[in-house]
Every structure is written in structure tokens, then in C-alpha cells.
């Protein structure tokens, strides 16, 4: 059950990177007004970097079960619930709780410990 668990959080993690990266691209940065034209490009670039290690995150969380080492799947969890929990409670702060990805972000690390 706590392998499935693990997954379950893996899978949500990807999920919730690939919503990240699609809002970004199509709600965001279409608005954004960011001069000079290359600092756009750079905090585009850094908007999606967060996309492709959550992403990477989420993969780790799914090979954990399969890792014959439970070290390992200790510091995969660990690693992931702290960065997928400091990247809810800032997405809380910075929005005052009114946007949906604080929550999807914290099941992530609610699965991930559970599945720990």
C-alpha cells in the first residue's frame, strides 16, 4: 500500500508540474509586461526549469518502490515533501491561499509522507 501510495504522489507531482507549465505559457506570461525583453526570457526560462524538476521529482517518487535501498526511498521523500512543501507554503503566502496550488502541492507531500 505505501508503494502505491508513493506513486500515487509521483503521478500527482508530474501532474501538477505539467499544470504549472501550462498555466505559465498560456495565462502568465501572455499578460506579462517584463522589460527588458531579456528578463522575460529568463524568468520564462526559470518558470519552466521549476516544471522539468518537479517533473524529475515526480519520476524519482515513482522508482522509489522499485529502489532496493530504503535509504534511498528515505531521501527521495524527504527531498521531495521539502521541496514540493516549500513550494506550497510560498504559493499560499504569495497568493493568500486563493489559487488551487498550494493544495494540489501539498497532496503531493501528503502522499509522498504517507507512502514514506
Excluded at 499544470?19 to 522575460?40: N, Q, W, Y
Aim: glycine share 8%; charged share 15%.
Amino acid at each position: 500500500m505505501r508503494d502505491l501510495l508513493l506513486q500515487c504522489a509521483g503521478v500527482a507531482a508530474i501532474a501538477v508540474a505539467v499544470i504549472h507549465g501550462i498555466l505559465g505559457e498560456t495565462k502568465v506570461f501572455p499578460r506579462a509586461r517584463i522589460e527588458p525583453e531579456r528578463l522575460r526570457t529568463l524568468i520564462r526560462l526559470v518558470w519552466q526549469a521549476s516544471t522539468v524538476a518537479w517533473i524529475g521529482g515526480g519520476v524519482l517518487l515513482i522508482a522509489a518502490p522499485w529502489m532496493d535501498s530504503e535509504p534511498a526511498r528515505r531521501w527521495i521523500v524527504i527531498t521531495m515533501a521539502c521541496v514540493y512543501g516549500l513550494s506550497a507554503l510560498a504559493n499560499a503566502w504569495a497568493t493568500r491561499g486563493r489559487h488551487f496550488g498550494w493544495m494540489a502541492l501539498s497532496a503531493v507531500v501528503a502522499l509522498a509522507v504517507a507512502g514514506y
